[in-house]
Structures are given as structure tokens and as C-alpha cells.
């Protein structure tokens, strides 16, 4: 029977609380972001991920010194996937939305919706700011 070496990975939330100085928001969660000091983080073992596979090799103790398998996308990380499924939805909306290119887009409220979804879609694809929408696009 063949042996397999298998990695799998979990992850674990760490946070830390600290109080930031700004002018607004968006700009206290900036530097927040921006921040690399970590001396006060504390990990939340209850709220820890599902363990998911992160590499697969043929053979015994194998991990990383031989060509890795390929794995079936149903072992990813569940938000991983939901992520790489996102990009396919959002390439269907915009074809969706090419096709309706004879219809104003002050039309139907779905086409304003189609719209605003697919900027939004976009900019997280960019790790860009939300822009800013007409529709209640969540």
C-alpha cells in the first residue's frame, strides 16, 4: 500500500487591543494595520479554524523534498475556497452584465445592483477601499 506525507494547517486567531489616536475610523484601523508590534497577543485556542490540507507528497516523511500531489480544492481552507469560487461568480456577473450593454444603466434596480456588486467584487479582488455605490451591495 502506497505512503503518502501529508502537511495539513489550521489556523489561530490571534488578536490584541490597543487604543489608537486619529481623527477618524478609517484612519485609527490604518494605523492599527500599520502597527507590527505584537508583544501583548494573545491567541483564542476556542475559536481556532478547521484544519485543511496544505501539501501532499508521495512516500514516507516526503514533505517538501520531492514533488508535491496535487489536491483535490475540497481539502482547502474553507474561506480559501469561497475566495476562488468568488473570482468565477464575478467573472459570470460581468458576463452577464456585457450582454444587458443595450439597456441603460439607470434601468431595472437588478442592473444597478449587477453594477455596484461587480465594482465591489473588483475592488476586493484589488484589496481596494469599497467604492462607493448607489445600490445596498453588502
Not at 502506497?2 to 490597543?18: A, G
Not at 484601523?29 to 494573545?42: F, M, P, Y
Not at 475559536?47 to 514516507?60: H, I, L, M, P
Not at 458576463?95 to 473588483?122: S, Y
Request: proline fraction near 4%.
Amino acid at each position: 500500500m502506497p505512503l503518502f506525507t501529508i502537511e495539513t494547517t489550521y489556523r489561530l486567531p490571534v488578536d490584541r487591543q490597543r487604543t489608537y489616536e486619529a481623527d477618524a475610523l478609517d484612519q485609527a484601523c490604518d494605523l492599527a494595520i500599520a502597527d507590527e508590534g505584537w508583544d501583548d497577543e494573545k491567541s483564542d485556542v476556542e475559536t481556532s479554524g478547521d484544519t485543511y490540507v496544505t501539501g501532499a507528497w508521495e512516500g514516507r516523511d516526503a514533505a517538501y523534498s520531492g514533488r508535491a500531489l496535487d489536491v483535490s480544492s475540497c481539502f482547502d481552507e474553507q474561506l480559501q475556497r469561497k475566495a476562488a469560487h468568488f473570482e468565477v461568480l464575478l467573472g459570470l456577473l460581468k458576463v452577464f452584465a456585457h450582454a444587458l450593454n443595450g439597456e441603460p444603466t439607470d434601468g431595472p434596480f437588478w442592473r444597478r445592483r449587477l453594477v455596484d456588486a461587480i465594482a465591489k467584487a473588483e475592488a476586493i479582488i484589488a484589496c481596494a477601499p469599497d467604492p462607493h455605490t448607489d445600490g445596498d451591495v453588502s
